[in-house]
T-cell receptor
């Protein structure tokens, strides 16, 4: 079975440009997370979905970040406009509610804003 | 609010020796799971071990075991017979449950483990 798929793996953009990240979770997983991870730090939650509903977006900087999860399957995270401080790795993870609660992670997208 | 604290930014262990990584957590819920995740330089996070709070027995997975002290809200990871492939960032994480729902999966800041040959 395929794992969590993220694209692109790497992205370099100039500041003030828009950027989008895509995530396809494991089939059947109803919970989807987006995290931001700075170098040498732990993942910080941006948004959590249960099916197509964003149940916690309190840490998402809504002035420039947006996310959607159409039909409760794959998800897109967008930044517009990007700032230098947005340089980080963006991780997507999925899990089944309750069950084992184990989150399966994608390989992440490394964003560099220049 | 739920918090996870890892007080050791870096640890080092000799190959074949044993090392223990520390983690403390805080949650007001009584129903929760704790995890240790490993993130090698390739970046993909993988689960090492899981502990359900309602279980008194400490979880073990081959060379990996935990010391779960519920009253102290402590959850340490012991790696026995350390191997070069164990070198990675290790993250402690917690998720809680309430009613029929679950909360967020929250991570600590991580411990970088180096293994010396």
């Amino acid at each position: 079975e395929a794992g969590v798929v993220q694209s692109p793996r790497y992205k370099i953009i100039e500041k003030k440009q828009p950027v989008a990240f895509w995530c396809n979770p494991i089939s059947g997983h109803n919970t989807l997370y987006w995290y931001r991870q700075n170098l040498g730090q732990g993942p910080e939650l941006l948004i959590r979905y249960e099916n197509e509903e964003a149940v916690d977006d309190s840490q998402l900087p809504k002035d420039r970040f947006s996310a959607e999860r159409l039909k409760g399957v794959d998800s897109t995270l967008k930044i517009q406009p990007a700032e230098l401080g947005d340089s980080a790795v963006y991780l997507c993870a999925s899990s089944l509610v309750r069950a084992s609660a184990e989150a399966f992670f994608g390989q992440g997208t490394r964003l560099t804003v220049v | 609010a739920q918090t996870v604290t890892q007080s050791q930014p870096e640890m080092s262990v000799q190959e074949a020796e044993t090392v223990t990584l520390s983690c403390t957590y805080d949650t007001s819920e009584s129903d929760y799971y704790l995890f240790w995740y490993k993130q090698p330089p390739s970046r993909q996070m993988i689960l090492v071990i899981r502990q359900e709070a309602y279980k008194q027995q400490n979880a073990t997975e081959n060379r990996f075991s935990v010391n779960f002290q519920k009253a102290a809200k402590s959850f340490s990871l012991k790696i026995s017979d350390s191997q070069l492939g164990d070198a990675a960032m290790y993250f402690c994480a917690c998720i809680h449950f309430y009613g029929g729902s679950q909360g967020n999966l929250i991570f600590g800041k991580g411990t970088k483990l180096s293994v010396k040959p």
